[in-house]
């Protein structure tokens, strides 16, 4: 019996024991902080999608605020004294006030602006390196000729339009021909020759569209740059001008060249009295037309940074002043807006070059 009852307390015991047990104090501790650990790692990995959106936001903003740190630099694909420099700089001397650091203006005329374009699209798009061009680098010269060594549309990105500029129609000042009639006329009976600043250029394409729309019988002479154009004809070697208006409008208000007529819808705020192409020939509109870009990859919240720089020192009543003294009005728009204007013209000029029978070369 003693046996048979010691038997029963053996489970009893070991029963109550087993129903009792706690954990020991340190293997508490251990699993609480296994636990914490890991809901810690779990609360990490569900909000590490939102601090890497936020470190990037912060360095966005952080690249934003530190540019430029360095001047900048604008290449011009054109020559030094034209009328797209001229421009370029007097942009580039505001821009440097409203960003606190220096925008450096650098012709770099040849090629028909190839020379240029080829050095900013091999540049580093690090946002120190744009470019300041017409529509005849942008456009003109990428739709007639073949063997660039560039795509302009691939390897350059739009960051604003500047300035709209009328191509001027101007005969120096002792011309037999004092308006556009008495000059078409005549070009009409014998062949005559007109300076441009390219062969390649929207100069030309005006001169070769006036050839099929008008009957006249004009030949091209194309010259490096806008400034060699002005000066041969001022001269007398040749007897019509067709260049932006920025450049010409000094030598006509000295006297030295007549203004006949621009290529714009509306006529010029700086010469009023002077037609349009399209009140002598209807529907004749040519618009001109500088901007700045950059090589393709350049970070984009510089070139919004530098966009918005671009349309607020634009709104300056001075600068909008100072522009149309120099046969340009100023321009506005975003990255966008650029890029739109750029894809419509070649398709409007890329018509007008095939209507005109212009080779391409």
């Known amino acids: ?185 005549q070009s009409r009976e014998k062949e005559s020759f007109f300076a441009t600043p390219g062969a390649a250029s929207l100069s030309r394409l005006i001169g070769e569209n006036l050839n099929e729309k008008a009957g006249t019988k004009f030949v091209n002479v194309a010259y490096p740059t806008g400034t060699a154009a002005e000066m041969d004809v001022i001269a007398g070697r040749v007897p019509v001008l067709i260049d932006g208006l920025g450049g010409a409008a000094p030598h006509v208000k000295s006297g030295k060249l007549r203004l006949l007529a621009v290529s714009t819808a509306t006529r010029s705020k700086d010469f009023p009295d002077v037609p349009t192409i399209s009140e002598v020939i209807p529907n004749f509109v040519v618009p001109g037309i500088n901007s700045l870009v950059a090589p393709a990859g350049t970070p984009p919240q510089i070139l919004d940074l530098l966009n918005k720089a671009i349309n607020d020192v634009l709104k300056d009543p001075d600068l909008q002043q100072r522009f149309i003294s120099m046969g340009g009005e100023a321009a506005s728009g975003s990255r966008q807006d650029l890029d739109l204007i750029l894809r419509d013209q070649r398709v409007t000029f890329s018509k007008l070059i095939e209507q005109a029978g212009i080779p391409i070369n």
């Open 1 to 185: 019996m003693k046996m048979h009852s010691s038997m029963q307390a053996g489970p009893k015991a070991d029963f109550k024991s087993s129903a009792k047990t706690r954990p020991e104090p340190g293997a508490t501790k251990i699993g609480r902080g296994l636990f914490a650990r890991i809901a810690k790692i779990v609360r990490m990995a569900m909000f590490a999608p939102l601090f890497i959106l936020m470190g990037a936001a912060s360095l966005n903003a952080s690249a934003q605020d530190a540019w430029p740190k360095h001047p900048v630099r604008i290449i011009v694909a054109a020559g030094g004294g034209s009328s797209v420099e001229i421009f370029a700089r007097v942009l580039g001397d505001r821009l440097s006030r409203a960003l606190g650091q220096s925008f450096i203006i650098e012709p770099m005329p040849g090629g028909n602006g190839t020379i240029g374009t080829r050095a900013v699209v091999n540049a580093k798009p690090d946002g120190y390196t744009f470019l300041f061009a017409g529509n005849s680098v942008l456009v003109i010269n990428p739709l007639m000729t073949k063997a660039l060594p560039y795509d302009i549309e691939k390897d350059l990105t739009p960051v604003a339009p500047v300035v709209y500029v009328p191509l001027a129609i101007a005969v120096p000042a002792n011309s037999p021909a004092h308006t556009l009639k008495e000059l078409l006329d």
